[in-house]
């Protein structure tokens, strides 16, 4: 069994019969349209505080399952 690379495409075909010319256009209109996304594609930057960026890894989140000691009822 060869191995195959991490960015080669996968398709599966689930009904009918393509001919491999439709699935070679299948393909490349689908690659065309990830490359363009990808390229066009803009991520907002979260702003951090300093606050925020140097606090927030000091206390763990509390743990709701945990009752208040005598406060449970």
Request: charged residues 25%.
């Amino acid at each position: 069994m060869t191995e195959q690379q991490p960015d080669a495409p996968i398709v599966e075909v689930v009904r009918g019969n393509p001919t491999d010319e439709e699935l070679a256009a299948l393909v490349a209109i689908v690659s065309e349209a990830y490359t363009t996304e990808v390229a066009t594609a803009v991520a907002e930057e979260k702003h951090v505080s300093a606050w925020m960026s140097t606090r927030r890894p000091i206390r763990t989140p509390l743990r709701r399952d945990i009752p208040w000691g005598r406060f449970s009822g």
